[in-house]
């Protein structure tokens, strides 16, 4: 979502800058249109420095040893997402 709605302030925003020949006198939509492409940025830099961190992958091994029998037990978990990651 955060990519899509960087995109979509940078279109707004170029659209705001180059493609619109209109002029108001209480505000200037050249720099409202390089706000909003300069905000449109950032967000798409940040989604996808979340997107490269969610792709972090986790593993664990844990041993322990059965009271009943007297086995090891080895238990392996593998996680993908990022979720479990802090």
Known sequence: MSLGLG???????A???????VSLD???LDIVGYIL?????VVIILGIVLIAR???A??????T????TGSRVTRNESTTS????V
Do not use: E
């Open 65 to 68: 040893i059965d009271p009943a």
């Open 82 to 85: 990022g979720d479990d990651v």
């Open 15 to 21: 659209i705001l800058t180059f493609a619109l020949d």
């Open 37 to 41: 492409m300069l905000a449109g940025l």
């Open 58 to 63: 986790v593993s664990t091994t844990q041993t």
């Open 26 to 28: 209480w505000i200037n």
């Open 7 to 13: 995109i979509f302030l940078f279109a707004v925003g």
């Open 54 to 56: 969610r792709r972090s």
